[in-house]
């Protein structure tokens, strides 16, 4: 069982910032791709970023030009990042962080971050 863990998710005003980490175990060449979802109350789960084993990126039109995803990897764990700015209080949301296994296309998903924008 892959458990991925994230953090740094909290209570921010509008226009402020926040990153979220996520702990991914394994190499980074075990996944053919990685992304954050969130799910705000009563919605479905949505797309927030994605980064593909080649390297691009893929983000909702939302979020666009306010929220960066990156990586950064050793051998055995790939830290997935998501820097968030000029949130806003349509941003509040658990989020979520995904990857995807490059062998079988197996899906593991972390617990959730509660992130809150609100005066």
């Known amino acids: 069982q892959v458990q991925l863990v994230e953090s740094g998710g909290g209570l921010v005003q509008p226009g402020g910032s926040l990153r979220l980490s996520c702990t991914i175990p394994?190499?980074?060449?075990?996944?053919?791709?990685m992304g954050w979802y969130r799910q705000a109350p009563g919605k479905q789960r949505e797309l927030v970023a994605m980064?593909?084993?080649?390297?691009?990126?893929?983000?909702a039109d939302a979020v666009n030009g306010r929220f960066t995803i990156s990586e950064d990897n050793d051998m055995n764990t790939v830290f997935l990042h998501l820097q968030m700015h000029s949130l806003k209080p349509e941003d509040t949301a658990v989020y979520y962080c995904?990857?995807?296994?490059?062998?079988?296309?197996?899906?593991?998903w972390g617990q959730g971050t509660q992130v809150t924008v609100s005066s």
């Open positions: 995904n990857a995807r296994e490059d062998r079988d296309n197996a899906d593991y």
């Open positions: 394994g190499s980074i060449f075990r996944y053919n791709q």
């Open positions: 980064i593909f084993k080649t390297g691009p990126t893929k983000y």
